[in-house]
């Protein structure tokens, strides 16, 4: 891949490539052990569009979802909320202008939606299409070749059931194609021969749902676990080299509470965990001032391994482990189920990729669709993520259809309306 890169010569294809690290700033991180010294020791992998939140709705709740209400979204953030979505079918549209601050044609587009097969069984599906931009082609020598449209994309579905009256599983199934090339499939660089990646994953997840008190409470808690993108590892050079997918866990809590007959509250928070090694570089300081550095041992494990391992391979031990956990915090009020206030907070640690940022939106209900609009403010100054919004629209095809004069899916319970 770095020979792609290489031939792509263009800071853009690195920086992009290196999303979840583009906010970053170098500092240093004491190791548990003595004498040595740990620094700026972000976690990498391959493909990290997957871990871009595709929607303004969860945008806008400092990336938090795992317990949210199930909408057309929920294929992202916890395919089993389908169970428990009150419509009999949907569809989302979401568009995000990607880091408009350091480039001009980066996007994020994302299709998702569902249908309910009866009161129990839910199918999901969901389309992510990431556009890189123009990126101009050279060789070793700066010589210009041509102008690449680099692209990676994901098309997933997903199967929920309802185990019991306030509980749910799910799973998906993915499958990833990433071109870094843009389109210079089969392009050579010394011996090596370089091609579009392509890697298959999938996600296991559960969703709790009860309300706190009885039926007639007011209160109501729900919780979800997510184990995403567990798969293959992916390779551009037909497997000379691999790299990890961003395999994650993510696990989440909302508390809802009925303020008025026409209003609402909800506070949600979300903790996440790359499943992957942690690099082990570590940097030495010796006595006479001179460095030296470890290389990395965790990049040849095998994806199993690497899942378990991941718990207990950094190098500065419980407090790096500790450090690789991300934290989001959400708050969303609803007005009569027509006007939506939305806020959050993301934060990562400073060693780990630095991302801090608040988080805004709205969200308006029109007959029969959903719009909503989310802004990210981050919380450094000169921040490639300052400024980004996102765009959504929901449509409720159930109502739609019913609007249109045609009958109800007849497997549509009171409940669900």
């Not at 294809?13 to 170098?26: E, G, K, Q, R, Y």
């Not at 994309?153 to 509980?167: G, M, N």
């Not at 303020?259 to 690099?279: A, C, E, I, R, Y």
């Not at 391979?313 to 790096?320: F, Q, S, T, V």
């Amino acid at each position: 891949m770095n020979n792609i890169i290489h031939k792509i010569s263009s800071a853009k294809l690195i920086l992009l490539v290196l999303l979840p690290l583009i906010t970053c700033s170098l500092s240093k991180a004491q190791s548990l052990a003595t004498g040595q010294e740990v620094r700026y020791n972000p976690i990498t992998t391959a493909v990290p569009f997957l871990t871009i939140t595709p929607d303004s709705r969860h945008g806008a709740m400092g990336d938090a979802g795992a317990a949210t209400s199930p909408d057309a979204n929920a294929q992202h953030w916890n395919p089993s909320k389908y169970a428990f979505v009150g419509d009999q079918s949907g569809i989302s549209l979401s568009y995000t202008p990607w880091l408009r601050q350091l480039v001009s044609d980066v996007n994020l587009a994302y299709l998702s939606g569902f249908v309910k097969l009866d009161g129990l069984q839910t199918l999901g599906s969901s389309l992510r299409y990431f556009s890189l931009g123009s990126i101009r082609q050279t060789d070793r020598n700066g010589t210009y070749l041509s102008m690449a449209n680099p692209n990676e994309f994901a098309f997933d579905v997903s199967y929920s059931r309802k185990l019991s009256d306030v509980f749910s599983g799910g799973v998906a199934i993915r499958y990833i194609h990433s071109d870094l090339s843009g389109g210079s499939a089969g392009s050579q660089s010394g011996t090596a021969v370089y091609s579009a990646g392509n890697a298959f994953a999938t996600d296991v997840s559960f969703y709790y749902q009860n309300r706190l008190g009885g039926e007639g409470s007011k209160n109501s808690l729900a919780a979800g676990v997510n184990f995403s993108n567990i798969g293959s590892k992916i390779s551009y050079n037909q497997g000379s080299t691999k790299e990890f997918l961003p395999a994650n866990m993510k696990l989440g809590t909302t508390f809802t509470t009925q303020m008025t007959d026409s209003s609402s509250l909800s506070f949600s928070l979300d903790l996440n965990k790359l499943l992957v090694p942690t690099p082990s570089n570590i940097v030495t300081t010796q006595a006479d001032g001179s460095v030296l550095v470890t290389p990395d041992t965790n990049s040849g494990k095998s994806v199993i391994s690497s899942i378990f391992g991941s718990f207990t391979d950094a190098p500065g031990g419980l407090k790096e482990e500790l450090q690789e956990v991300t934290v989001s915090l959400g708050a969303e009020y609803w007005y009569r189920k027509l006007f939506a206030i939305r806020g959050g907070y993301f934060n990562e640690s400073q060693n780990k990729g630095n991302r801090k940022y608040f988080s805004a939106g709205i969200g308006i209900k029109i007959k029969t669709c959903h719009i909503d609009l989310s802004y990210l403010v981050p919380v450094q100054q000169n921040n490639p993520l300052a400024n980004t919004i996102r765009l959504s629209v929901l449509f409720n095809l159930d109502r739609i259809l019913k609007s249109s004069g045609q009958q109800e899916s007849p497997g549509k319970t009171d409940r669900d309306k």
